[in-house]
C-alpha cells in the first residue's frame, strides 16, 4: 500500500483504482451498516468508496510517503459521506396530498419567473463590467457577481437556506455563471411530476437545503445580487 500510495502522489489512477479495489471490504463494511437507513446498498458503496478517495488524495498531497494517519483519515471521510447521504434521505419530502403537489406547482413557477430576472438583472452587471475591463483607463480589473436566495419559514429570523450563484472574471478569464435558466428539467426520480419540468431552485431547495416537509412552511423568499468591483496593485 505505501508503493501504491507513493504512486498515487505521482498522479498515477491505475494505482488509486487497485488501492480502492484492495480495500473494498473495508469500504463495504461501512456501507453495510448504514443499510437499516433504507437507502439502496450500491448507493451507499458508492458514497463510501468516495469518501475513502476523498482522504486517499488528501493523504497523497501531504508528500509524505507514509501511511500513518491514512487511514483514521479515511474512516472520518467514509463516516461524513454516509451521514451526509443518509441524513439527506431521511428528511425527503412526503407528497401526500393533493394540496402539496399544488404548492410545488405554484412555487416551481415563482422560482422559475424568479431564475429568469435574476439572469436578466446578472446580463446586464455583465455587460457593464466587461466594459470597464476593456477600458484601459478603468478602475476595475477583476469583478466578482453573487445572486443569493434566502429562504425564511414562518416566524423565522434567520434563513432556513440559502442558495448561492457565483460570477467570477479574474486574470482575464471567466466562469460560467451557474445553472439558472439552462433550459433543463431538473426532476429527480423521487421528485412527484409537476405541470412544468423543475426550474434548477426548485431542484436545489429540495434536494440540496435538507427542509424536508418543512419546506411547506416557507414564508418569505429573500434575492439579493451582490457586485463587487475589483483592483488589485502588485507592489
Request: with cysteine; proline share 3%; aromatic share 10%.
Amino acid at each position: 500500500e505505501k508503493t501504491l500510495l507513493k504512486k498515487i502522489q505521482l498522479g498515477d489512477k491505475v494505482a488509486l483504482l487497485q488501492l480502492v479495489m484492495l480495500n473494498m471490504p473495508y469500504i463495504i463494511s461501512f456501507a453495510q451498516r448504514e443499510q437499516h437507513q433504507g437507502l439502496p446498498l450500491t448507493d451507499l458503496i458508492d458514497t463510501a468508496m468516495h469518501g475513502f478517495i476523498v482522504a486517499v488524495e488528501k493523504e497523497a498531497n501531504k508528500k509524505t510517503g507514509e501511511l500513518d494517519g491514512m487511514y483514521k483519515q479515511m474512516h472520518i471521510a467514509i463516516e461524513d459521506a454516509l451521514k451526509d447521504i443518509t441524513q439527506t434521505y431521511s428528511h425527503r419530502i412526503k407528497y401526500d396530498s393533493p394540496k402539496r403537489i399544488a404548492y410545488l406547482n405554484s412555487l416551481n413557477r415563482l422560482l422559475k419567473e424568479k431564475e429568469q430576472q435574476i439572469v436578466e438583472r446578472v446580463n446586464e452587471y455583465l455587460m457593464q463590467m466587461k466594459d470597464k475591463i476593456n477600458d484601459k483607463d478603468s478602475f476595475t480589473k477583476d469583478y466578482e457577481l453573487e445572486a443569493e436566495v434566502q429562504y425564511y419559514l414562518k416566524n423565522g429570523s434567520n434563513p432556513s437556506h440559502i442558495y448561492q450563484n457565483h460570477f467570477r472574471y479574474e486574470n482575464g478569464q471567466e466562469d460560467i455563471f451557474g445553472l439558472l435558466c439552462d433550459g433543463e428539467d431538473w426532476r429527480e426520480s423521487y421528485m412527484p411530476e409537476l405541470n412544468e419540468p423543475y426550474c434548477y431552485l426548485l431542484h436545489d431547495l429540495i434536494d440540496h437545503s435538507r427542509l424536508g416537509n418543512k419546506l411547506f412552511s416557507i414564508s418569505t423568499i429573500w434575492i439579493d445580487i451582490h457586485l463587487r468591483d475589483q483592483h488589485c496593485i502588485g507592489l
